[in-house]
């Protein structure tokens, strides 16, 4: 699936006015852009809040090795899409800061398993409930089904780039 915000173009055959949509699109697209730096400052919170030196990559890595059991250094820069030097310098910027371990990969002697240490994990976690309470007290003041129609629609932006006609 690919994101809302590829580059990819959809179908330009919409019997929607351009007119119309044009001015509503451009809405969308500056509340997009508000919420992209609110994310990002929210993410530099975070990763202060574990350690004042951890740079947003450093949270991020620590946020899938929260959630996952321990990573090949290939494998989090793929996901993250950074290159590989990048994730080497972060894994070794986080593991002497004591964040993160390394141990080689019993199914692949070359490489090294990264493992996140209790005290990151913990602050991950803590930071994730922050986050979680921060967005519950932004909705509480919303219908149950105000919040279900905001995340059906959420995910149907997200599902694929295809525009959804005679909907």
Do not use: C
């Amino acid at each position: 699936m690919t994101s809302p915000f590829s580059d990819s173009l959809p179908d330009p055959g919409s019997a929607t006015d351009s007119t119309a949509l044009d001015p509503l699109i451009e809405d969308v697209e500056k509340e997009f852009s508000m919420m992209v730096v609110k994310a990002r400052q929210a993410i530099r919170r975070r990763a202060a809040s574990i350690h004042p030196e951890l740079q947003p990559l450093g949270y991020k890595v620590l946020s899938i090795l929260a959630r996952e059991q321990a990573q090949q250094q290939i494998i989090l820069a793929e996901e993250l899409q950074v290159d590989k030097a990048t994730m080497s310098r972060m894994i070794k910027w986080l593991e002497a800061k004591k964040l993160v371990t390394r141990v080689p990969d019993p199914n692949d002697g070359r490489a090294m398993l990264v493992s996140i240490t209790n005290t990151a994990r913990a602050g991950v976690i803590a930071s994730s409930a922050a986050s979680r309470q921060l967005l519950r007290n932004r909705l509480i003041s919303w219908e149950p089904e105000e919040i279900k129609r905001f995340t059906d629609l959420l995910a149907r932006l997200n599902a694929n780039d295809q525009p959804q006609h005679g909907k």
